[in-house]
């Protein structure tokens, strides 16, 4: 099983960054995709789901601290998950993972998870 995140860096504030995650050795499309952030002195924070297209018509949802600025999406075609980041505000500073499965805080809970992308947002 293979997770790779990817597309972190350093950005000002209002910039953008898009994330992308790659993955291999399960059937992706099986399950719903999750976006994850660890934040530094801080515990892990959900901030993004998009459920599969055959059970949950890749249904979208959003913490609320992200609504209106992040957009996720999903290539099942390329085994694929990203994370569009519009908008960055210094408090988006973490590490971010992706994570397969059922949403959760705790990525111990979800399927398949990688090892994070850092994103950090600075003046």
């Known amino acids: 099983v293979r997770v790779v995140e990817s597309g972190g860096g350093v950005v000002q504030p209002g910039g953008s960054l898009r994330l992308s995650c790659e993955t291999s050795?399960?059937?992706?499309?099986?399950?719903?995709g999750n976006w994850v952030r660890q934040a530094p002195g801080k515990g892990p924070e959900w901030v993004s789901t998009i459920n599969t297209f055959a059970t949950g018509r890749g249904t979208t949802y959003y913490a609320d601290s992200v609504k209106g600025r992040f957009i996720i999406s999903r290539d099942d075609a390329k085994n694929t998950l990203n994370l569009q980041m519009n908008n960055l505000k210094p408090e988006d500073t973490a590490l971010y993972y992706c994570?397969?499965?059922?949403?959760?805080?705790?990525?111990?809970?979800?399927?398949?998870y990688g090892q994070g992308t850092q994103v950090t947002v600075s003046s």
């Open positions: 050795g399960f059937t992706f499309k099986n399950y719903d």
């Open positions: 994570a397969l499965g059922i949403g959760s805080n705790r990525l111990e809970d979800y399927d398949y």
